[in-house]
Structure formats: structure tokens, C-alpha cells
């Protein structure tokens, strides 16, 4: 589903950062990965590639087998097939809930307004908060907010959704709330990518977990290796730190 | 002592004292714009002033010669009357249709008054006022739509667009308007063959679009880049996302400087006087130098500005406050 083939990406702001070196994985349809690493690691520039919402500066990108990095690929398109979920939810503050979901449907799938306004009402029954369909996202707490960017994801019926931090942001009460609502698009067979720093749902939920550093894939492996035998000297102070 | 002191602490004296101060210094100006004018012997003339807005203007028909009356034609409020006079020439006389009390076969003399009327015709002041509307209102539509434009090119990568936009803001930003329209009048007029009126406008327009544009640019950049970010995660085009995301939000934050911009917009019209245009101010001046009235019409010009910028201000302010539901 997701093949990445040799990336590199340096960034050139005031110091030359290299954010991703050499970095190559696969994510099978229906796989839940995690990416976890310490900050600055380029766990989220990664991710941010998967979409093109961050260029490549080598190396080779292929959603279900579309070259992300062939200037003649239709972006729009791919991406209409990939969900993201931010750390900071970036729902739209001028449209009510509703209409945070219901306008990719209406504007890129070019769905009926009726169709679309079911599907949105739908997914937010899913999500758990239906009744705050006509709020506006100002009048939501965090985890809410968060639920609701994920039906807007979830609204393209995306072949795979990519997570970025998406509990950093949030009150240590509402991470439940979001760690839920994706823990039942696993258990549902989507294709997930998910950078994050909660050890517990990659270790539950996730097929393998990558621990990345300095812009390299570390070590990658399954929730039982990465926590319980890591080979990599990096991997296990990281863990110590963290767990 | 400490009572007087109490009391002086007391907000709700403090905000009386308030009150009074502004009114009384109110007050002082009206007396003393009063009296200062009775210095100079000016002889007021306010009852002058009115015609200028609205007059009544008397109107005759006159029978020309001897005739007959042939046929009446009525067309919606008027009608013509045909006549026939004894050199068996018809002569036609327009006039409304409830006046009429002659009927086919009526004998008319020379001289006779066929209809006599009184009808309101706009005074120079509100023709200059009229015009100062026509001309804002076009130039604040086509400033937003240039401003735009400008705004959108100014913040994309490609150069082309990017230093063409920055190239023209700046000419603009750093030449006088003034002689913008001069140039605009008798150079852009000439070549493209553009009456004075859509040289102003233009003129105007070309004027307000470089500085919308600019604030355009300033209420898209202050959106947060992740919008941008989620919109387009979501397969929305470039397009799509300015349109339905980016623009509405920016378009909010920058109510207020955009109402400042067209209500400055709206006085600067002032200087298309100088290309013949006769609006508003220009009006005035006329009216001013053949009436000596310069006190009165100018105080009349500027409560007719006001009243423009001021009903400008409050729709603003109308759709900010329809804007901040979702705040």
C-alpha cells in the first residue's frame, strides 16, 4: 500500500538539518505501523512525504503503486485517498462541524449535499458526538475537536490514514477519547500510519513500530521486539527514557 | 475634605464627570465655531442650500400657433398631443398624461397654455453626490477584484507574478494619486480612448487595488499554514482551498482595514475634480464661486461625505457582527 524507496530530505533554514536519510519501508493494506523516536528525529517529516504535503529530495514514494514523486502524478487525487489527522487538528473555524466534514465530499467527490450531510452524520455517530453537529470547532474541548477531524479524514473513505501526533495537543483525560475512535479503525482493517508518543497503543494496536533517529530508520520490527528485545543501543535508551 | 475626596474616588461619579466634560467641550466648539464666524461678518445663508440638493422646476407648454387637435397618444405617463395647424402641418406637444383635459377636435390658440407642472430635479450638489457614489462604488468593486488578484500573485513561488505584483504595488504606494489621474486622464484616456468619467474610476480603482492588495496578502498570510495543510489533505485543489477555506477566514480578519481603506477611498474621489468630473467637491467649489456661499456649501459637502463613509462604517460593522457566529 505504502512503499517508500531510499528518501532523503534535508532542510536548509538557518542550519542544514537532515531530516530524512536514506529512509526505506513498506506498510501492507490492512497493517497499523507506528512510528515513534525522540523529537527532531524525522518521524513527522516522514509522514508529512506520505502525502506530499513535504517534497523529496531523492529516493522514491509509491501509494498503491501511484509514484507520489512523478511530477505528472495527480496530487489532488492521491491525497483524496489519504486521510491525516494533525497534532494541532486544524479544523476549518469558519464552517460548523458539519461542514468540516461535508465539504471534500461535496467539493472534491462532487457528492449531493444531501448524501454527503448523511455520510458526515454517520461518521460522527461513529466518532461518538453527533450532537455537535452545528457547533462551531471554537466551541468543542480538544479531544472533540480531534474526534471531529477524523471523521473529516474519514469522510473521503480514504484508502489509508496517517496520524500526526494526534494526542500530543490534548488533555492527558480526552487522549482516551481519540486512542478509541482509532483503535476501531484498526480493529476495522484500515491502513494506518501513526507517529506518536502513546507507547500503549503502539504496543496493543500496532502490527510493527519503527523507532526512528536522526533522520534513519533505526529498527523496525513488532510491538514485542521493539519493546521487549531491542537490538539497537539507540532504541533501548530511548525506551528506558520514555517507559 | 475626605468626603470630597470619597466622592472623587467614587467610579460611578468619575464616569458622570465624564460625561459632563464631553459635553461641555462639544458645546464650547458649536459656541465657538458660532462665534468666531460672527468675527468675520459672515452673513449666514442656510435657506441658499437646499435648491443645490433638490429644486422645483416650473414647466410650460405654449401653444405655438392656431390649431386643431387631431389625435391624443398616450404612452404610459406621457402624451403626445398631435396638432394641426391651418397650413395643415402637424406639431407634436408632449405632456403627462393626467394633465390632460383636451380631447380630438378642440380648438387651440396661440399663446394658449396647454399644461403647466412643477417637477423635482436634482440640484448640482446631489448630482456631484450621485457621481461621487457611481464612481466609489466602481472603483471599490473593481479595487477588490484587482486587489485580489495582486494579493494572490504576490504570495506565489513563481516569479513572474510574484515581482509583477510587487513591481505595481509599489509604483503605485510610491506616486501621488493626484497624478495618477492626471496620467491616467491624459495619457491611459487618450490611448484607449476612455471618457473622464472611466478614467477616474479607473484611475481609483488602480489606486485601491494596490493597497487591497496588500492587505489582502497580510489577512492570507495570517491564517495559520495548517489550514492550507488540512484542505489540501484532503484533495482539495489549490483553488478549492483559497476559495472555500483560506479566502473566507482572511476576508474576516481584514473587515476593519478594508472598510478604512474604501472609506479613504471614498474621500479621495474628491481629486478626480481636477479631470472635469463634477462630484461632489467639485460641485461644491462651483457652487461656491458663483454664490460666495463657501461656509455653508462646504459644511453641506462635508455631512454628505459622512453620510456616505458613515453608512459604509455601520454595514461593516453589520457584517463583522454577522461573521462572528463562529467565533
Not at chain 2, 182 to 202: C, E, M, T
Not at chain 2, 282 to 299: D, K, L, P, Q
Not at chain 2, 307 to 325: G, H, N, P, Y
Amino acid at each position: 500500500m505504502i512503499d517508500v524507496k531510499n528518501v532523503y530530505k534535508t532542510f536548509y533554514s538557518r542550519h542544514k538539518v537532515e531530516a530524512l536519510v536514506d529512509v526505506s519501508m513498506e506498510v501492507d493494506k490492512g497493517e497499523v505501523v507506528t512510528i515513534i523516536g525522540p523529537s527532531g528525529s524525522g518521524k513527522s517529516t516522514l509522514l508529512r512525504c506520505l502525502n506530499h504535503l513535504e517534497t523529496t529530495d531523492k529516493g522514491e514514494i509509491f501509494i498503491d503503486g501511484i509514484p507520489l514523486t512523478d511530477s505528472k502524478t495527480n496530487i489532488n487525487a492521491v491525497r483524496a485517498e489519504i486521510g491525516m489527522v494533525f497534532q494541532s487538528f486544524n479544523l476549518f473555524p469558519h464552517m460548523t462541524v458539519l461542514g468540516n466534514i461535508t465539504i471534500a465530499q461535496t467539493k472534491v467527490r462532487k457528492k449531493p449535499r444531501e448524501e454527503a450531510e448523511g455520510i458526515s452524520m454517520e461518521l460522527l455517530e461513529k466518532v461518538g458526538i453527533p450532537e455537535k453537529a452545528g457547533s462551531f470547532p471554537s466551541q468543542l474541548s480538544g479531544g472533540q475537536q480531534q474526534r471531529v477531524a477524523i471523521a473529516r479524514a474519514l469522510a473521503m473513505q480514504p484508502k489509508i490514514m496517517l496520524f500526526d501526533e494526534p494526542t500530543s495537543a490534548l488533555d492527558p483525560e480526552m487522549i482516551g477519547e481519540v486512542l478509541d475512535v482509532m483503535k476501531t479503525l484498526a480493529r476495522e482493517g484500515m491502513t494506518i500510519c501513526a507517529v506518536t508518543h502513546e507507547m500503549g497503543f503502539a504496543r496493543t494496536v500496532c502490527d510493527s513500530v519503527v523507532f526512528m533517529d536522526e533522520g534513519r530508520i533505526v529498527e523496525k520490527g513488532t510491538p514485542e521486539k521493539i519493546f521487549d528485545q531491542p537490538d539497537n543501543e539507540r532504541t533501548k535508551s530511548f525506551l528506558a527514557q520514555i517507559l | 475634605m475626605d468626603r470630597l475626596k470619597e466622592l472623587f474616588h467614587n467610579p460611578r461619579f468619575r464616569n458622570a464627570l465624564s460625561w459632563i466634560a464631553l459635553f461641555g467641550i462639544l458645546l464650547s466648539l458649536v459656541v465657538g465655531t458660532f462665534q468666531t464666524t460672527k468675527k468675520v461678518e459672515y452673513i449666514w445663508r442656510w435657506e441658499q442650500i437646499p435648491r443645490y440638493i433638490l429644486f422645483k422646476d416650473s414647466r410650460e407648454i405654449i401653444v405655438e400657433d392656431d390649431a386643431t387637435v387631431t389625435a391624443i397618444d398616450r404612452k404610459g405617463n406621457e402624451a403626445v398631443i398631435v396638432v394641426q395647424d391651418y397650413l395643415d402641418t402637424e406639431q407634436y406637444y408632449t405632456v403627462p398624461n393626467n394633465l390632460i383635459t383636451l380631447k380630438t377636435g378642440d380648438k387651440l390658440e396661440s399663446g394658449q397654455v396647454l399644461a403647466k407642472w412643477d417637477q423635482w430635479k436634482a440640484g448640482l450638489l446631489l448630482k456631484g453626490l450621485i457621481l461621487t457614489l457611481k464612481i466609489s462604488i466602481i472603483s471599490i468593486f473593481l479595487g477588490i477584484l484587482i486587489g485580489l488578484f495582486t494579493g494572490l500573485a504576490r504570495l506565489s513561488n513563481s516569479p513572474a507574478p510574484k515581482w509583477l505584483a510587487i513591481g505595481y504595488i509599489e509604483l503605485i504606494r510610491g506616486t501621488p494619486l493626484l497624478v495618477q489621474i492626471y496620467i491616467f486622464y491624459f495619457f491611459v484616456g487618450q490611448v484607449f480612448r476612455l471618457s473622464s468619467f472611466w478614467a477616474g474610476a479607473l484611475a481609483l480603482s488602480v489606486f485601491a487595488g494596490a493597497y487591497v492588495a496588500e492587505i489582502i496578502r497580510a489577512g492570507i498570510q495570517s491564517i495559520h499554514k495548517g489550514q492550507m495543510e488540512a484542505a489540501r489533505s484532503l484533495g482539495m485543489s489549490y483553488y478549492l482551498s483559497m476559495r472555500f477555506i483560506i479566502l473566507p477566514q482572511a476576508f474576516k480578519r481584514i473587515l476593519p482595514p478594508l472598510a478604512g481603506q474604501f472609506i479613504s477611498l471614498i474621500k479621495d474621489s474628491s481629486l478626480v475634480g481636477v479631470i472635469a468630473l463634477v462630484e461632489l467637491t467639485r460641485a461644491g467649489r462651483e457652487i461656491g464661486t458663483s454664490t460666495f456661499n463657501y461656509f455653508e456649501v462646504f459644511f453641506t459637502v462635508a455631512a454628505l461625505y459622512l453620510i456616505l463613509t458613515f453608512t459604509l462604517s455601520m454595514l461593516v460593522q453589520f457584517l463583522e457582527r454577522r461573521f462572528a457566529v463562529s467565533d
